[in-house]
């Protein structure tokens, strides 16, 4: 990049200056700079001078890098040009500057959470085509959907060796052996054969998606975990958009929902890709082995402090999940046979509806990382409650506007998202994150027999969400109450058994 600049001394001495806003240089002498702490690989600037007699000089500013962003660098190549140019911090750089190690790892990570979101989301958009081909019932599919979660015994099986062997490696083999049970799915002669291969995929994919979690705040610096949270729930919303995409295939032919289940064989030779890149998490590996914890405090007092973060986190996930798994799982068969939508309008009104979340999402993990957790997770869970409830009550228009300001709203809740893998040691914080992931799919099967049922009884979805409305409304107050502040704080001073980073 070539920049001309006509300036003043004054003008001149500002560019002789290192920067220290999206990069961070060190001089290495008037007028040349190098890289300090940013972004990339690489990064050098260059002046030259030419001298004016009207006190006025040219400058030509050659500035050659290379970016960490890893596979994203296309999507990324225009608006780092710009923030390189403008020489400010862009607004969709996280709070904290990343470097670029922290960068290439949150890229590699989000090319898995693509992977998990769409693998994650196949079973919701399919369950009520798959259900019409194999004649079942809206109960019939709440107990589909309820078994499914007994995945997590899978997950909690990814996790415990997460803790014991490293998470690197594990994450990229897991990745693919939950495509290979996805593919399987397509065969399925009956809803049990593909509740099977989805309880396996859907296990891999909890025990994916935790281990990502870990990853990611292990490696990012305190004041920007909430932000990598929050790009990496995006990126799962990308993933999960994907099926919605495909979804339509479903219109064509009774089996035409099989497909959704064949597409991720593309993502194969991705994943051996990114897995080959991705290094050790570096608190993983300087916690292996480390008598540091006994030296630094008292076992027995951090379990017990663990035991009850850990009974706080995993009841307040339950009481969320108990009214979110259902309101989402059950969208399709209330839109199909609620609403007479198709498979095609059933994917335009889950695009409309959702891909406005992302605002939501992008405010979350800014919001939280620089206003606190608490306060953007109660209005997460009380206002998207509130708004998601009232658009299974209603039709038309507001049905519309009340799910969009609903799926907003409880988009806000990825705040809270960042304390499972803050508030554990680096030992046990993929086997905690997997506890508490375990009690919320316990919700997550709860809410979707209570909802399943009722709706058969009730003949409508509105009352049986008024009725589990109540589980993310008691996780608002456990939140506000007891929920302590961690936004800015490094890992270490939450865990002081850890070793310092």
């Known amino acids: 990049m070539v920049i001309s600049h006509e300036v003043d001394d004054r003008g001149l001495a500002e560019l002789r200056r290192p920067r220290d806003d999206l990069v961070g240089e060190v001089a290495v002498d008037g007028n040349q700079f190098t890289l300090n702490h940013g972004p990339f690989h690489s990064w050098e600037r260059t002046l030259q001078v030419h001298w004016g007699r009207t006190g006025t000089h040219r400058v030509v500013e050659t500035i050659v890098y290379r970016t960490a962003v890893a596979v994203w660098r296309p999507l990324f190549a225009l608006p780092l040009r710009w923030a390189v140019r403008a020489r400010r911090v862009p607004w969709w750089a996280p709070p904290d500057r990343l470097d670029a190690r922290a960068t290439r790892v949150l890229c590699l990570l989000a090319c898995f959470q693509v992977v998990d979101g769409y693998l994650g989301t196949v079973i919701t958009q399919t369950i009520t085509f798959a259900s019409d081909e194999f004649g079942r019932n809206d109960t019939a599919q709440g107990v589909t959907l309820a078994v499914v979660r007994l995945g997590i015994v899978i997950a909690l099986g990814v996790v415990a060796l997460a803790d014991r062997r490293g998470r690197h490696r594990l994450l990229a083999g897991t990745a693919l052996a939950a495509v290979a049970a996805t593919v399987i799915g397509a065969l399925s002669p009956g809803l049990w054969f593909l509740g099977g291969t989805q309880l396996i995929a859907r296990g891999l994919t909890m025990g994916m998606g935790i281990l990502i979690g870990v990853f990611a705040a292990e490696e990012l610096p305190r004041g920007s ?109 209330f839109l199909k046979d609620h609403r007479d939508y198709s498979a095609a309008g059933i994917t335009l009104f889950t695009l409309l509806t959702t891909t406005p979340a992302g605002i939501g999402i992008f405010l979350a993990g800014r919001w939280a990382d620089t206003r606190g957790r608490r306060g953007v997770g109660a209005l997460g869970l009380l206002g998207g409650t509130v708004f998601v409830v009232i658009g299974y009550h209603t039709t038309g228009a507001a049905m519309w506007a009340s799910t969009v300001v609903g799926t907003v709203l409880g988009s806000l809740t990825v705040a809270l998202g960042v304390y499972g893998p803050e508030l554990f040691s680096t030992r046990n914080r993929a086997r905690a994150n997997g506890l508490i992931v375990t009690l919320g799919v316990v919700g997550s099967a709860t809410g979707l027999l209570v909802v399943g049922v009722l709706a058969d009884r009730f003949g409508s979805y509105g009352p049986a969400f008024l009725v589990v409305a109540a589980g993310p409304v008691l996780a608002a107050v456990l939140v506000l109450r007891w929920f302590p502040e961690t936004a800015r704080v490094e890992l270490e001073d939450l865990n002081p058994g850890d070793v310092p980073i």
Do not use: H
């Open 225 to 333: 975990r909430a932000y990598g949270v929050s790009v990496l729930t995006l990126c799962a919303a990308l993933g999960a958009g994907m099926a919605v995409w495909v979804l339509p295939v479903a219109d064509l032919d009774p089996r035409g929902w099989r497909a959704v289940y064949l597409v991720p064989v593309v993502a194969i030779p991705g994943l051996i890709a990114v897995g080959r890149r991705l290094p050790e998490s570096l608190r993983y590996t300087a916690n292996i082995g480390s008598e540091q914890a006994v030296l630094d405090c008292d076992r027995e007092g951090r379990q017990k402090i663990e035991g009850r973060r850990l009974l706080l986190l995993a009841v307040a996930s339950f009481l969320l999940l108990i009214f979110a798994a259902p309101a989402s799982q059950f969208q399709n068969d």
